[in-house]
């Protein structure tokens, strides 16, 4: 292993990284797509390799980090707990010292931030968050980027968050935070966002709406997630009832910008937080954003282990 300029920084909350580096993130993002719809290779991390830990399913952080680093040259290790020893209550610690004297690069999708943070204060290279029960950063980096490409720049736009105030609902309020923006947040009662949970600095980046119809007025994006999160199965069924009206349908695009985008980190389960008229409708781009989650961390990637490129 080659010890590269690289930064030697985690990447486990939206603010591990400031404004202007998101700016540079979302220019390089722009170019890595741009070759790859080109067919063009780019492979500027032959000889590296990143560990994938997962301790919860996935589908698109899976392909997408492991595509991504193959289409970068480099290479891919799959650990889930089920078949490594931290399913053997193998201290995360020791597994951080093990894995990370061996690859350049480790993802983890765990349950509890604290455990993410307790594998990357012990690890010799950078560690990404690829979901936890509090954050999805790298999912937020793409949605971002998503509407930059169809929309422009966010700055003093305004999110709709529709739905629970979970990983997600904090990414974005961090996000806001960082990149000038609003959020527009709507939970059923029981289930709001943790503002010191969220981290937010300025509380003026998030207003609480009772209604998810008056959070989506005049919105330039109205987003949503699953009413369940990965590790709160047992609460399905009070889950179903308390969010019956939290259902992202035409009434509430319809309140939105006339130009609204609607988003969705998927995967999505139609007639719940979501009607098929608004998901599979015309301002819907939830493909375009499952795709660039490829995109945005094959520049993260590149960010962390080679810094800024030129
Ligand atoms: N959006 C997202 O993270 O999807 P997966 O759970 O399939 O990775
Ligand atoms: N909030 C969801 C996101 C899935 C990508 C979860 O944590 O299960």
């Known amino acids: 292993m080659k010890p590269g300029p690289g930064l030697r920084r985690h990447f486990l909350q939206f603010k591990d990284l400031r404004a202007e580096e998101y700016a540079y993130l979302f220019e390089r993002t722009r170019e890595i797509k741009k070759r790859f719809k080109n067919y063009e290779r780019y492979q500027p991390l032959v000889d590296r390799t990143l560990a994938m830990i997962f301790e919860k399913a996935s589908t698109r952080t899976r392909v997408s980090f492991e595509a991504g680093m193959y289409q970068m040259g480099g290479s891919v290790v799959h650990l889930t707990t089920g078949d490594s020893q931290l399913g053997r209550a193998e201290p995360v610690e020791d597994s951080a010292r093990v894995i990370s004297r061996m690859v350049d690069l480790v993802m983890i999708r765990t349950y509890e931030q604290a455990k993410l943070e307790g594998f ?62 609003t959020v527009h ?101 939830v493909w375009d954003e499952a795709e660039n989650r490829m995109h945005v961390q094959k520049a993260l990637m590149e960010y962390l282990l080679l810094g800024r490129i030129g």
């Open 120 to 181: 990357a204060a012990q690890s010799r290279v950078p560690v990404i968050n690829g979901l936890t029960n509090e954050y999805h950063p790298c999912q937020i980096l793409a949605d971002i980027y998503t509407f930059i490409e169809h929309r422009g720049s966010i700055q003093g736009k305004v999110v709709a968050w529709v739905g629970a105030g979970n990983n997600m609902a904090n990414t974005w309020l961090q996000a806001a935070d960082i990149l000038g923006f």
């Open 185 to 285: 947040v709507s939970t059923p009662s029981g289930y709001e966002a943790d503002a010191a949970v969220a981290g937010v600095r300025n509380p003026a980046c998030w207003k609480i709406f009772d209604h998810p119809l008056d959070a989506c007025a005049g919105a330039h994006l109205v987003t949503t997630d699953v009413w369940t999160s990965m590790g709160y199965e047992a609460e399905n069924e009070e889950r179903r009832k308390a969010f019956v009206d939290w259902c992202v349908d035409e009434d509430m695009m319809s309140a939105a910008a006339p130009d609204a985008l609607f988003m969705h980190c998927l995967p999505a389960h139609r007639g719940e937080e979501v009607t098929a008229e608004v998901i599979d409708g015309p301002q819907s781009v």
